[in-house]
Structures are given as structure tokens and as C-alpha cells.
């Protein structure tokens, strides 16, 4: 049994770690850490206690730090990952770290900007490029979203050690079964129209996929929260079908599963690409059950007026306890808890810069 949940939240200005006991009514803030820099995401390694941060600044560029007492001292990472010199490209940022699975002891994976996968034999010490994600006829489709031409949500197989998942923004959903030597895209069925005005297209790549994951329990069901639409799959990619059905629009960043079922699914639906406030100014976090056939919006204690913000991609998480814990954090600063799995939020004891990411964990 936990003794401690742990919050950690990725800032525009550093991180920070909530603390709890596992009532989780009451909570301490801790830092910042890395202050000034730019966190983007945070994951925690099980395997190892080890929490990974990646983080950017105008100086050092972007790096991938390390802490293995929970946030409190963070180690100076000796390099980050780097394209190479041949390939003309600049890496511009870290968007997401994931360590591997227990049977891959060392290997840590990190997508970036411009789109691209990274994979660490060394528990971060080094890195070297995937580089199959980049060699498809399908980055001819891909193109910069309003946040840059990113990977991200990053989707291992707990059954396969060779078959994982990257989704890009703007590009598509991409899966490879050997380990990455190779790609294919997974995105029938999941729309193209990015204007109103647009009717709707289903191509094969250069869909722009907002936030994906999967469930271990139920490996090959996937999730998506797209720019246009939420989507369910059950046959690990190779067909998708819209549930955006009962949200308020079909348009939103974040997409976390839950802990314990694999039917249990949140987001935060904002009004459209070029409005991203919830619509009227009230602010829910939507729950599934059903794995998308009906939706429930959960208000209660959250701003119901005037709430012009926005959850980033990696700004929704979920804790393991039981009931499980539901975190959320705006590019406002503000960050709501849940101990009841949604039904009620709380606000957290402090005000934060813009929140990038939100990584709930317990020890």
C-alpha cells in the first residue's frame, strides 16, 4: 500500500511536486525545481523510483533530468537527445519521456520537436534516434500544428516488447512491431477536416492527433483525443471510430485513461482550434465509462464562469489509487484534484505558472 501520491507539474517557469498521504485531502507544495526553465512533461520510472523531467531553456537547450528522492535534488543531465550533425535538424524541445518496460532495464524513450523518437539504453545518459519514424513517405503530409510539429504519447505494448506507438502532431498515429526499425500509419477512420469550412477527408497520414494511450489491461484498445474528434479502437490502431458523440465539441488537447479500467476515459473538450476556452466560460472534465458511448460532464467545484483557460496535452492525469485520483492543470496556473475519481474537484493549495504537464505517482 502507497504511503505517499505525488503530483508532479510541468511549468512554463519549473517543476513542482504535491504531496499526500493517501486520504489525498490534504496536500504539500514543493519548489520550484528547475526553476525558470520549461517543463514540459514529467514521468515517473517505477522500475527504478527515478522522476524524469523534460525540460528546456534558452541556454542549455532541451535535456531530460532525473530524481531518484521524489523531486527534492535533480541531477545535471551530461548531454540530451540530439539529432545528428549530417541531418540539418535542430532539436527544439522535449515533449514527452516514458521509461520502458520492466524487461528493459535502462531503456527510457523520449519523442520531440521536430517530430521525431529517441531512445536511451542508459537510463538517460545517452540517446540516439529511432530513425524509422522519419524515413515513411508520410512526412511528406506532415506539417506544424499550433504547437510545433511534435511527437508525443508515447503507447507500449506490455505484451510485446517490439510493438509500441507515436502519435504526431500534425501527422498521424504510427506503429512499429520490431522494435522501430520500421513504421506503418494507424489512422483509418479518424478525420482530416481542420476548418469548418472543410468537408471531411479520411487519409491514410497527416491527421493531427492531440493525445493517445492505451490500457494495459486491454493492450490492443486504443484511445485518441484528435483535433477533430475523440476515437476508440480495439484492434491496436488498425481501425478507428469516432466517439464524439454526447461532448460538447470534438475538439480538445488532453486524454488520460483510467488506472484501473480500461472503459474509463477523461478529457476536457474546448470550443475549437481557435477558441480554446471551454464553451459559455464553464469549465468540466468529461468522464466515459462505456469507452466513449456516452459522456458525463464533472463540474462540481470547478469555475463555472469566466473560465477562459485552456489543459495542454499532458495537463490531465490519473493516480493509481482506489478510488482513483483525477488531476487536472490549466496554462492558467490553477490545478483542480479529484479523490473520488471526477465526481468533485478541489483546488489545489497553490497557484502556479502556465501548467504544461501533470504526472500523478505514489510510493
Known sequence: ??????????????????????????????????????VMHMAFDQRTGTLLAA??????????????????????????PRFPEESGLKLEKVWEVAPGRPEEPGVLYATVEPAALFKSTDGGDSWNQVDGLRAGAWMEAWF???????????????????????????????????????????????????????????????????????HPSKPQRLYQQNHCGFYRSDD????WSEFSAGLPSDWGLPMVIHAHDADTV???????????WPQGGKFAVY????????????????????????????GLAVDHEDPCGVYVGANTGQLWTSRNEGDTW?????MFPGISSVTAFSL
Open 287 to 314: 468522464r466515459t465509462r462505456d469507452g466513449g458511448n456516452s459522456w458525463q460532464a464533472l463540474a462540481e467545484g470547478l469555475p463555472q464562469s469566466d473560465a477562459f483557460l485552456n489543459v495542454h496535452r499532458e
Open 55 to 80: 525540460a528546456w531553456d534558452w541556454w542549455f537547450g532541451a535535456r531530460v533530468y532525473r530524481s531518484t528522492d521524489a523531486g527534492h535534488t535533480w541531477d545535471e543531465p551530461k548531454a540530451g
Open 266 to 276: 477523461y478529457v476536457t473538450p474546448a470550443i475549437s482550434g481557435y477558441q480554446h
Open 346 to 350: 478541489t483546488p489545489a493549495p497553490a
Open 144 to 214: 506544424p500544428a499550433a504547437g510545433g510539429l511534435c511527437a508525443h504519447s508515447i503507447m507500449l505494448d506490455p505484451t510485446d516488447v517490439n510493438r509500441m506507438y507515436v502519435g504526431v502532431s500534425a501527422g498521424g498515429l504510427y506503429a512499429t512491431s520490431d522494435g522501430g526499425k520500421t513504421w506503418e500509419p494507424r489512422n483509418k477512420g479518424v478525420r482530416a477536416n481542420f476548418t469548418p469550412d472543410q468537408p471531411p477527408t479520411y487519409p491514410e497520414y497527416g491527421q493531427c492527433v492531440h493525445r493517445a494511450g492505451l
Open 236 to 239: 491496436g490502431g488498425q481501425n
Open 1 to 38: 500500500m502507497a504511503q505517499r501520491v505525488y503530483v508532479a507539474v510541468g511549468t512554463k517557469k519549473g517543476a513542482f511536486v504535491m504531496e499526500s498521504t493517501p486520504a489525498r485531502d490534504r496536500w504539500e507544495v514543493r519548489g520550484p525545481y528547475l526553476p525558470g526553465q520549461n
